[in-house]
């Protein structure tokens, strides 16, 4: 009989108490005969800066980490740290997974691809002549690119920061054909315009509760796909909900950016179906 092999990995952010990811990988991990072992490792509960990100990540690679997710806050700061990206995160500027290999730091992006997999599946027959996305931060940035891949005609993108919105409208417009992405600082337009609402901030989650958007602004023919997954139904879904809204919560984001990080760590095949219905036991 041979010794399991040993995967540690871990995610790299703040807040993290509640994440179901680490369990999600960890049963994957066992169902393959590995001894796959997820950390997190939580600014907050250490009572760390941001800045201290290059320590944390020179840490994991001191104790052997085959590679670390990477959550709120750093997707966008991790960048100017790694030494390789993969297309997916050169593109989109933002890196959600790091392997590391062989003394080098590689950052991927699964984010746009659990987005767009969640979508197609969740909301497969939804109208996408024109969205409003919310945020323009590090998840927006993949979300935005998943948007235009479903084949949303025209993205509005608010951000409290209008100069981020205007850069990511300019770069999605660079990348696809067409003027399809407009910054915009216009939410009552722009919700009376659109079919659907996306919303990539980190409002709602329990550290940052609340709404991104007035209820009165949503209307029973309006979907709303929330990135947040802890709660499941954030207060924004259960206000789309009382609206008569159509609703995609952001637990199958999670499941399928874990899918695509779990191949780059451990280079072998999950099961996405499994993963999928180890999510539904976890919540």
Same mark, same amino acid.
């Given at each position: 009989?041979?010794?399991k092999?040993?995967?540690?990995?871990?995610?790299i952010? /703040?807040?993290l108490k509640l994440s179901k990811?680490?369990?999600l990988?960890?049963? %994957?991990?066992?169902c393959?005969?590995?001894?796959y072992?997820?950390?997190r490792?939580d600014i907050h509960?250490?009572?760390l800066?941001?800045s201290? &990100? #290059?320590?944390?990540?020179r $840490? &994991? %690679?001191?104790?052997g980490?085959s590679g670390t997710n990477?959550t709120h806050?750093?997707?966008?700061a991790v960048l100017?740290?790694l030494?390789?990206?993969s297309e997916d995160?050169?593109?989109l *500027?933002a890196?959600?997974?790091?392997?590391?290999? @062989?003394?080098?730091?590689?950052g991927?992006n699964?984010?746009?691809?659990?987005f767009?997999? =969640?979508?197609r599946r969740?909301?497969p027959?939804?109208?996408?002549d024109?969205?409003?996305l919310?945020g323009? @931060?590090?998840?927006?940035v993949?979300?935005a690119?998943?948007?235009l891949k479903? @084949? +949303?005609?025209?993205?509005?993108?608010?951000d409290?920061?209008?100069?981020?919105a205007?850069?990511?409208?300019?770069?999605?417009n660079?990348?696809f054909? *067409?003027?399809?992405a407009? #910054?915009? $600082?216009d939410?009552?337009g /722009?919700?009376?315009? =659109?079919?659907?609402l996306?919303h990539?901030?980190?409002? @709602?989650?329990? =550290?940052y509760p609340?709404m991104? +958007?007035e209820e009165t602004?949503?209307?029973?023919?309006?979907?709303?796909?929330d990135?947040?997954?802890?709660?499941?139904?954030?207060?924004?879904l259960?206000?789309? =909900?009382?609206?008569?809204?159509?609703?995609? #919560?952001?637990?199958?984001?999670?499941?399928f950016?874990?899918?695509?990080?779990f191949?780059?760590?451990? *280079?072998? $095949? #999950?099961?996405a179906?499994r993963?999928?219905?180890?999510?539904?036991?976890?919540?």
């Amino acid at each position: 009989m041979t010794d399991k092999r040993t995967v540690l990995v871990g995610l790299i952010g /703040s807040d993290l108490k509640l994440s179901k990811t680490p369990a999600l990988h960890e049963r %994957e991990g066992a169902c393959h005969g590995l001894d796959y072992r997820y950390e997190r490792v939580d600014i907050h509960e250490r009572d760390l800066p941001t800045s201290a &990100l #290059p320590d944390l990540l020179r $840490e &994991l %690679e001191e104790r052997g980490f085959s590679g670390t997710n990477i959550t709120h806050p750093f997707k966008q700061a991790v960048l100017p740290l790694l030494d390789e990206l993969s297309e997916d995160a050169r593109m989109l *500027g933002a890196v959600n997974t790091v392997v590391l290999r @062989g003394g080098r730091r590689l950052g991927h992006n699964t984010d746009w691809y659990g987005f767009y997999e =969640s979508f197609r599946r969740g909301l497969p027959d939804a109208r996408r002549d024109r969205a409003l996305l919310l945020g323009a @931060g590090g998840a927006g940035v993949a979300v935005a690119h998943a948007a235009l891949k479903l @084949g +949303i005609s025209k993205l509005d993108i608010f951000d409290r920061d209008p100069a981020r919105a205007v850069r990511l409208a300019d770069d999605l417009n660079e990348r696809f054909d *067409g003027r399809r992405a407009t #910054p915009t $600082e216009d939410l009552v337009g /722009s919700m009376a315009a =659109s079919d659907g609402l996306i919303h990539a901030t980190p409002t @709602g989650m329990k =550290s940052y509760p609340g709404m991104p +958007i007035e209820e009165t602004l949503l209307e029973s023919r309006h979907w709303v796909a929330d990135i947040v997954y802890m709660p499941l139904v954030t207060e924004l879904l259960a206000a789309a =909900s009382r609206r008569g809204c159509r609703i995609l #919560p952001g637990g199958g984001m999670t499941v399928f950016q874990a899918v695509g990080a779990f191949r780059l760590f451990t *280079g072998l $095949e #999950p099961d996405a179906e499994r993963m999928q219905h180890h999510f539904a036991e976890l919540i």
